[in-house]
């Protein structure tokens, strides 16, 4: 319970624009978590590269595999005509259409990330145009009625930073393994079109 009132004190000290930057953070970080869990299960339940040709030659893939490549197979498996031509542009097309889905909310999490220090430095502007307001209308003398400025300015600051840098982290994660993701897509697809000549 004290963690809780602690808490509502703190995000109170930095005024109305305490309410985007929670918002910021908490869309960043559901986003981050749905990548998260999208790259592992692509990763954890998928068929391994040296299987390809073997999943091909037999025409099925193993029951439980819903990875990466196994899409590619299963796509390529329900889809293909028997001329090589065509068969390479499906399997080009199956990639194609997978790409967009590795690098989904990448670019939203790289924004709000970047976005974060930004609304913590306009909570910094106006905690200190209150704190300025403070002093125009009673001098230096009254140090609580500054303080109120003054913490606005630097709570604000600290809660874009304590956003923006485990967003970044983990944007710059999730960046590497959407790459790492089309890396194999493209190492399967080459595996399978040579598997057709």
Avoid at 41 to 56: G, H, P
Avoid at 99 to 121: E, M, Q
Avoid at 127 to 149: E, K, S, Y
Wanted: aromatic share 8%; net charge positive; glycine share 8%.
């Amino acid at each position: 319970m004290d963690l809780i009132h602690d808490l509502y004190h703190y995000l109170g000290q930095g005024g109305l624009v305490m309410i985007p930057l929670i918002l910021c953070s908490l869309t960043m970080w559901t986003l981050i978590l749905d990548r998260m869990f999208y790259f592992y299960a692509l990763e954890s339940r998928d068929i391994e590269i040296s299987q390809l040709t073997t999943v091909l030659r037999e025409k099925r893939v193993p029951v439980n595999r819903y990875g990466l490549k196994a899409h590619l197979v299963r796509y390529y498996l329900t889809h293909r005509t028997g001329d090589p031509f065509v068969d390479k542009r499906i399997l080009e097309e199956c990639a194609m259409s997978i790409n967009p889905k590795l690098t989904r909310f990448l670019a939203i999490i790289a924004v709000l990330a970047a976005v974060s220090p930004l609304f913590g430095l306009l909570g910094t502007v106006t905690g200190m145009i209150t704190t300025f307001d403070v002093i125009t209308l009673f001098g230096n003398g009254n140090a609580r009625a500054m303080a109120g400025g003054i913490s606005e300015a630097l709570v604000t600051t600290q809660s874009g930073l304590m956003v923006s840098i485990p967003g970044m982290l983990m944007g710059t994660l999730l960046f590497r393994r959407s790459a790492r993701a089309q890396a194999h897509l493209k190492e399967a697809v080459m595996i399978l079109k040579r598997s057709l000549q």
